[in-house]
């Protein structure tokens, strides 16, 4: 199973950008990759995701390295809600015989101070 | 309305007493799973079921036995739990044709005493 590399935490000021890094240098050509957060005391939560090209939606933005052995999760304007452990994961094609299952890492605790 | 629900929320039993756990989802996805997350709050996948059947099975002790009697539904029967088995277990969803996005449940907390 591919892995991901995160930093366990980090600290950003609220209404400030966030970028979070993730390594995964081992990614194979047909994983896509997964950004999922998990506030306190709840289940995880889809963030985005992206196979090539960079993505945004109406939560964040994912930025993906030329050789896809990185990616950045971007929070525009971080809130004090945003504070969560976000997951960077490494998912096979749903419809292979991994079954889209997702591979949780460590992940990186974001803390937003006000 | 709750979208992936799980029942009880709370759950505390003793040693070598056998347990359920129930998850539903009303999303009309085909494919469910269970994750457990333990204290130290890895996330590790269990089980997954597509339209009923076992399609991943992540060489979890046989005491761990999910039973799905339609796809909406995916329940973990535990039995003879041991104090490592205390954990979140987290129920999820996936849309039909492999779609991307998994929808968790709010998570049961389960401690064996």
Redesign the interface.
């Known amino acids: 199973d591919a892995k991901t590399t995160q930093p366990n935490s980090m600290e950003s000021n609220e209404e400030e950008p966030v970028h979070l890094p993730c390594n995964h240098s081992t990614i194979s050509g047909t994983d896509?990759i997964?950004w999922?957060r998990?506030l306190p005391?709840?289940?995880?939560?889809?963030v985005i995701?992206g196979l090539t090209s960079n993505v945004n939606n109406r939560m964040a933005s994912l930025a993906i390295a030329e050789d896809r052995k990185s990616s950045t999760l971007i929070l525009h304007r971080a809130t004090l809600r945003d504070a969560a452990?976000y997951?960077c994961i490494l998912?096979a094609?749903?419809?292979s015989?991994?079954?889209?299952?997702?591979?949780?890492g460590?992940?990186t605790e974001l803390s937003v101070k006000p | 309305d709750t979208a992936?629900s799980q029942t009880p929320k709370y759950l505390v039993t003793q040693m070598g007493n056998d347990k359920s756990i129930k998850c539903e989802q009303n999303l009309g996805h085909d494919?469910m799973?269970w994750?457990k997350q333990d204290s130290k709050?890895?996330?590790?996948?269990m089980f997954?079921y597509?339209n009923k059947e076992l399609?991943?099975n992540?060489t979890v002790p046989n005491r761990f036995s999910p039973k799905s009697p339609d796809k909406a539904h995916l329940n973990l029967h535990i039995n003879s739990l041991e104090l490592g088995d205390s954990a979140v277990y987290?129920c999820?969803s996936?849309p039909t044709g492999?779609?991307?996005?998994?929808?968790?449940?709010?998570?049961t907390r389960l401690t064996v005493l």
């Open positions: 896509y997964h999922y998990q005391s709840q289940g995880p939560e889809y995701h452990v997951y998912r094609r749903a419809w015989n991994q079954g889209g299952k997702l591979i949780f460590q992940g | 992936v494919t799973y994750y709050k890895f996330l590790k996948i997954s597509n399609i991943i992540e987290f999820a996936r492999g779609g991307n996005e998994q929808f968790f449940g709010p998570g």
